[in-house]
């Protein structure tokens, strides 16, 4: 019997620790989703707090409160005033309307002490103490309004400076240009005054003048064609000597060199003051003025006739007659000199010459320039140096190739003769 109660005891016992393991784990599975919600919640206070601190933060430094973001705020009515009010005096200045700017300073002003006043006392400003203010600000707009110190006539004043800059932006970059060049071109006092006293000694040295006569009584020189021929029209001194002086150092029989030296009347004592009293490694030297060629006249010579028009004259003086389209370097008056277009008289200027190498004045040699003179020219009339690039000198950018006969005898990207 005793055996019986202790088996019908022992289910009873283990129905009990079941149920006790159930409860424990519902409780433990409790524990851990109130853990996980709460961590879930934390972020988006703490985010949301982030939002409003920084939102604080953001009105605080801007000033933006209830007040002045009403319609109907008296403080948000006189800030909109003086910006108006601010702009309204810039243009006043401008016009040279100074009365009025003064007075729309002085309401301005005033209109600051009121806010200043109502911030200090962390109120608001009242309809009564800022009526006075409000009207007087509303007057003078009011008045600026008369005065089309508008939107509209702002603009249209900005317009007119804007304008106006521009076109003395382009008067400025215009003068630079040729002040640039003029620059370029000129010499310093002391070598411009070298052409005078050059002049100035020729006349008073008879000794100068007897060289130049002893000289000329060898001008078999001139016309030998055993000897190597040069030739430069200039009426700059130093650059034509640059030139004889540095053919005649690296030339190995510098006395067999012959330079013709072709000038003008006014340039013609100085030129000759320099190559008489200077001797340049034994090298034969004869200077002519330009004015004593009888035949180079404007029937004989149209260019002549075209450089003495006035309109051409006119043209490179002037410069303003095609809006500077044309760059500043092809309006140089150096052009209306014929010492720049002599070089396509060459025969006629020396008709006894059979060959003969023209140099510009702006030329330094540095080798022996005798193997010139042994160069088979297969018939041509003449031999220039190549410099055929990519862009140089072609005929499409000189000539209007939209006329038939230019486009039926002219190549679009043939290349013009390199003159110097």
């Avoid at 003395?168 to 005078?196: D, W």
Wanted: glycine share 4%; with cysteine.
């Amino acid at each position: 019997m005793r055996r019986r109660v202790s088996d019908f005891r022992r289910p009873v016992r283990r129905r009990f620790s079941n149920v006790f393991w159930v409860i424990l784990c519902g409780l433990v599975i409790l524990l851990f989703i109130g853990l996980l919600s709460r961590e879930n919640q934390q972020p988006t206070s703490r985010s949301a707090a982030k939002r409003s601190y920084r939102r604080d933060k953001i009105i605080e430094g801007l000033n933006i409160t209830d007040e002045m973001l009403s319609p109907d705020s008296v403080d948000r009515q006189l800030n909109d005033q003086i910006s108006l009010a601010k702009a309204f005096l810039v243009i006043a200045k401008e016009s040279n309307n100074l009365q009025f700017a003064w007075e729309l300073s002085a309401q301005i002003r005033n209109s600051q002490i009121l806010l200043s006043n109502a911030a200090l006392r962390r109120t608001p400003l009242t309809t009564s103490e800022s009526e006075t203010a409000i009207r007087d600000m509303a007057l003078l707009l009011f008045q600026a309004q008369q005065l089309h110190y508008d939107s509209a006539t702002m603009i249209m004043r900005l317009k007119a400076k804007i304008q106006g800059l521009e076109e003395q932006m382009n008067s400025v970059n215009e003068k630079s240009s040729k002040y640039g060049q003029i620059a370029a071109e000129e010499v310093p006092k002391s070598l411009y005054c070298l052409g005078v006293r050059l002049t100035s000694e020729w006349f008073k040295n008879s000794n100068l003048q007897r060289k130049l006569k002893e000289r000329r009584q060898t001008a078999i020189k001139l016309k030998d064609n055993n000897l190597y021929h040069f030739c430069i029209f200039s009426d700059n001194v130093l650059a034509t000597s640059v030139v004889v002086n540095s053919t005649a150092w690296n030339s190995k029989n510098p006395e067999t060199l012959v330079f013709h030296l072709i000038t003008d009347e006014v340039n013609y004592a100085a030129m000759n003051a320099w190559f008489t009293t200077n001797s340049f490694q034994g090298v034969t030297v004869d200077v002519q003025k330009i004015e004593d060629f009888s035949w180079l006249n404007a029937t004989y010579v149209p260019v002549l006739k075209q450089l003495q028009d006035s309109d051409t004259r006119n043209y490179y003086f002037s410069g303003s007659d095609d809006d500077n389209r044309t760059p500043i370097k092809f309006r140089n008056p150096k052009y209306l000199s014929m010492l720049n277009h002599l070089r396509f008289y060459i025969p006629e200027v020396f008709p006894a010459l059979k060959k003969i190498v023209f140099f510009d004045d702006d030329v330094v040699v540095q080798k022996d320039l005798s193997s010139l003179f042994s160069i088979d020219l297969n018939g041509n009339v003449n031999g220039a140096v190549e410099t055929c690039m990519e862009t140089f000198h072609r005929y499409h950018k000189y000539l209007n190739y939209s006329h038939p006969l230019i486009r039926e005898h002219f190549m679009l990207m043939h290349v013009g003769g390199h003159l110097g």
